[in-house]
């Protein structure tokens, strides 16, 4: 058994009573709401359970007793692909403006109370989701879950707070994007594959728009899409769903709904008309990439098995030291460095399929990308067996296991899941899902999807280089 | 879905604060649990047993690194790490390959400066015929001409891409003005001059001289029980040389004067690293220096750096400290990432604040919040079998004993505000930090 009681000695108590008169006024209202009976999806040991609160807010709980810590997430329904027109980067912005404090919580102060009480707290803005997050020993669960749920209606923004605020997402899009080649590259790619949906813009926003962005559209983004009915709360650790209810009744049941849950309709459809190629020429670069991305459906969009077979596709054409592209390519021909294909598979609307090359020393992009090229045609005429099928499979079924090992990653699936369109027993569904792929499943797929109509190339190489 | 969210997190990247970076030291609740188990061959590992999930994590760490490299053969010790799961026995590359992945078993070498290590991970369905894939690398790993020049091809692409980075160039060039020539400055992964030399040989060689039983540690946590570990200890290590001399690597020297040096680029945004010397892990006021670093620029937001920088300033998305007590240097170091018009600013600001804890030390709370984070977070780096195999050998690696996880936050406790304030004194140098800037930066001048 681990010895709980040993870290809770070791929380010193001058930090408790300056939590508690922080907190003091605002644990005011103790209203009691209702909350659905919980459902346990499953029989094993860490099988997870959810609620739903009278709000609308969802309750998903993953146990893993081995350590006496919990993992606890607020997820909401909203990324930049929910930005309005010319407001790029504002879902982010508002990511960094909800550690500036509310009604009762100075700013800054958040992360200063999680870590004077041995906690970890961070957060993370994608297309489709923003989530915050918590990493605390159990006892400091309803803390975090009090200034948690008192900055999902109570924040406080001012421009003193808000303004050098944005200078510090300036200088985090500088260092992520302007600094880096290869994220300028992946902008333009992300363009021309999405010209008209909103995945085309880059989550940290255009750095004109984001310099632009003002405290009043921060507010009026927080009103529209930060309401209990959006948001999905997510612990994992050593905790079940009956242990974590009353709390989660108590903090955040009693919200009130500020907004309906606005509908998530972007455009679909349009492009890429392909196939298009971008190229990132830059006197930075030292070593040239081929990559080329494909327009595909998402778990959420695509008919039948398709999203499971592109995984199996993806994993056993560049997945791994034996998949084709890396056996031919890279051991074979040697006219690549490195190789490979992946799926990016969770999203609310279109995903991305992709394949990219590294010319081997001596070796030029046009080398690799023909190489690239006959790779493919051959793989799609001489098909896959039922072998490798098995195999692949077997793979990712393994590392499905080896995530259980982490009850951070094993939140952020259900999160992910959650806010792409997805439910909890698709997750749990997965496996089963992936041993139905056939070899026909998989050659139907890289048929269909592997289209170069739907598909941009993006080249990076050092400037000059022709 | 799965593997697949995992890389979508990774290129997300629009994270509040960067994960908290703490040093080198372990952890708390798997106290009662470690086991030292020694093999009836004399091998000896820690275990710590985790039945709920079924798989094993491995780790073994060996005392040297990239250090061990002959002088003339830079980049060695990284190519042999790189080489290590490129078939084995009579297993060709592919055909090895192919075996780890019909057993969905995990196995990768990593070289740093310091270290060399294996992780591996198995299903313990598949247990035994993993562990004798992992035999048959550690022991007789083939070093065939192909995956040879693959690997030779993969690291000129990796040293290419070094070239690229604007954060390895200010750290090679940090380290170059700070430790002259030592080991340390030479390039780990080599010069593409260097690697086009290399060969067969040096690899068998080099193989032998490195992996010995004498200067290993042994982490394994999960699916498995001492009498099943111990026989696997003797299988997997029992086949290494008992002991081989490694070459002597002089205590490094960090240059005591203050340097400002400019590496010019095309960048809107300049990358600076700042430091000077810092406090060995054996010394008996490196845990002082820890907590004083962690309420310095350790911190995460907490950070007095992090305040003045980022929160009242918006000068920098992160400015972080470290204390590096690597094996033969102990290194004091910063980073602050800065557009080019601030830069100036951003490091008189840095300079008040190291030279403000330098002359008052810290106040009564800021040391009472460092204490409650730094004792009530230890658990976090306890959650799964990965992290606590990690644990286990850092603790093993510092010689800090198998209870160090009882007694660490007892250590944590004990600092008093007058040790920081002598640490302080001793440690930090706000007017002799050794600057690299990488960009183009306004209104500086490099001596």
């Not at chain 2, 649990?33 to 994590?57: D, K, Y």
């Not at chain 2, 160039?169 to 400055?185: E, G, N």
């Not at chain 2, 080099?206 to 699916?223: M, P, Q, S, T, Y």
Request: glycine share 8%; proline share 5%.
């Amino acid at each position: 058994m681990l010895n709980r009681s040993f870290f809770l000695s070791k929380l010193a108590l001058g930090a408790l009573f300056s939590v508690a008169l922080v907190l003091g006024a605002c644990s005011e209202e103790e209203k009691t709401a209702l909350s659905s009976e919980p459902i346990i999806h499953g029989e094993e040991p860490g099988a997870p359970e959810t609620f739903e609160l009278s709000n609308g807010m969802q309750v998903v709980v993953i146990p893993d007793r081995r350590a006496p810590v919990v993992t606890h997430m607020v997820w909401y329904r909203v990324g930049a692909a929910d930005e309005p027109e010319g407001m790029s980067g504002v879902a982010h912005f508002l990511e960094h403006l909800m550690f500036k404090g509310t009604e009762t919580i100075p700013p800054g102060e958040l992360s200063k109370i999680v870590a004077r009480n041995g906690g970890q707290d961070n957060a993370f803005t994608s297309s489709d989701f923003t989530a915050y997050f918590q990493r605390v020993a159990i006892d400091r669960l309803p803390l975090v879950m009090e200034m948690e749920a008192d900055r999902m209606s109570n924040l406080v923004l001012t421009d003193a707070e808000v303004m050098p605020e944005r200078d510090v997402v300036l200088e985090e899009r500088s260092m992520r994007v302007d600094n880096n080649p290869r994220s300028l590259l992946s902008e333009k790619i992300n363009q021309a594959l999405f010209p008209v949906h909103p995945y085309g813009t880059p989550v940290i926003g255009w750095e004109r728009e984001i310099a632009a962005l003002s405290t009043e559209n921060a507010i009026a983004f927080y009103d529209r899409f930060y309401t209990p009915n959006n948001a999905i709360l997510i612990v994992a650790g050593d905790i079940t769903a009956a242990e974590l209810q009353p709390l989660a009744e108590k903090y955040y049941g009693s919200i009130e709904r500020r907004a309906d849950t606005p509908p998530r309709v972007r455009e679909t459809s349009v492009g890429p008309d392909g196939p298009l190629r971008v190229e990132h020429a830059d006197q930075r670069v030292r070593q040239a990439t081929v990559q080329r991305q494909y327009r595909v459906p998402s778990y959420r969009n695509a008919p039948g098995l398709d999203s499971e077979a592109m995984d199996v596709l993806a994993t056993l054409l560049g997945g791994s030291a034996t998949s084709r592209l890396y056996r031919n390519l890279v051991v074979g021909s040697r006219v690549a460095a490195n190789a490979g294909s992946w799926y990016s598979g969770t999203a609310l609307d279109d995903a991305t399929l992709g394949i990219y090359a590294i010319p081997a020393p001596g070796h030029t992009i046009a080398d690799v990308e023909a190489a690239l090229d006959a790779e493919i045609a051959a793989f799609i005429e001489e098909g896959v067996s039922q072998e490798d099928v098995d195999r692949t499979v077997n793979l990712l079924l393994a590392e499905a296991i080896y995530a259980r090992d982490d009850q951070q990653d094993m939140a952020r699936i259900y999160g992910v899941a959650l806010t792409t369109g997805g439910t909890v027993q698709d997750v749990l569904d997965w496996p089963d899902n992936l041993r139905k792929v056939t070899p026909d499943d998989v050659m139907a797929a890289a048929k269909k999807y592997l289209d170069l109509s739907r598909s941009v190339t993006g080249i990076l190489k050092p400037a000059g280089d022709i | 879905m799965f593997m697949q969210i995992t890389k979508s997190l990774a290129v997300m990247g629009s994270v509040a604060i960067g994960t908290l970076t703490l040093g080198a030291t372990p952890p708390a609740f798997a106290a009662t649990e470690i086991q030292e188990v020694t093999s009836p061959g004399g091998i000896t590992a820690w275990l710590v047993e985790e039945h709920s999930l079924p798989f094993v994590v491995i780790e073994a760490a060996w005392e040297n690194g990239t250090l061990q490299d002959p002088e003339d053969k830079a980049g060695l010790t990284y190519m042999m790490a790189g080489l290590m799961n490129e078939g084995a026995g009579d297993l060709e590359s592919q055909a090895f390959q192919g075996e780890l992945e019909r057993l969905a078993a995990n196995l990768s070498f990593r070289a740093s400066r310091d270290r060399l290590s294996l992780s591996f991970k198995t299903l313990t369905e598949n247990r035994e015929e993993a562990v004798e894939l992992l035999r048959f690398a550690l022991t007789e790993p083939r070093f065939d001409q192909g995956p040879i020049e693959q690997i030779r091809g993969q690291l000129k692409v990796a040293i290419l891409r070094d070239a690229e980075s604007p954060d390895k160039i200010a750290a090679d060039a940090w380290y170059s003005t700070a430790l002259a020539d030592h080991p340390y400055t030479r390039p780990s992964k080599g010069t593409l001059d260097s690697i086009a030399t290399l060969g067969r040989d040096d690899l068998i060689a080099h193989r032998e001289r490195l992996f010995a039983k004498d200067n290993v540690n042994i982490a394994v946590v999960g699916d498995i029980g001492p009498e099943a570990l111990s026989e696997l200890l003797d299988d997997v290590f029992g086949g290494l040389s008992d002991a081989t001399p490694l070459e002597e690597v002089a205590l490094a020297e960090v240059n005591p004067e203050a340097q400002l040096q400019i590496i010019e680029r095309n960048m809107p945004q300049s990358v600076v690293l700042f430091g000077h010397a810092g406090i060995a892990r054996e010394d008996d006021d490196f845990i002082p220096a820890y907590v004083m670093n962690y309420i310095l620029g350790g911190g995460g937001f907490s950070s007095r750096l992090m305040t003045e920088v980022r929160e009242k300033r918006g000068l920098a998305y992160s400015v972080a400290t470290y204390l590096y007590p690597l094996r033969h240097a102990a290194l004091f170091i910063g980073q602050v990432a800065t557009e080019n018009e601030r830069v100036s600013e951003s490091l008189d600001v840095i300079r008040a604040e190291i030279a403000r804890l330098a002359a008052e030390g810290v106040t009564e709370k800021e040391l009472a919040d460092a204490k409650t984070y730094l004792t009530g977070s230890y658990p976090l780096r306890f959650d799964t079998n990965d992290k606590i195999a990690g644990q286990l050998i850092a603790i093993q690696e510092a010689d800090l004993g198998i209870d160090y996880i009882t007694r660490r936050n007892g250590l944590i406790e004990a600092v008093t505000q007058d040790d920081i304030k002598r640490v302080a004194k001793r440690l930090l140098g706000p007017e002799n930090l050794i600057v690299t800037v990488v960009g183009q930066p306004e209104g500086l001048e490099a001596n």
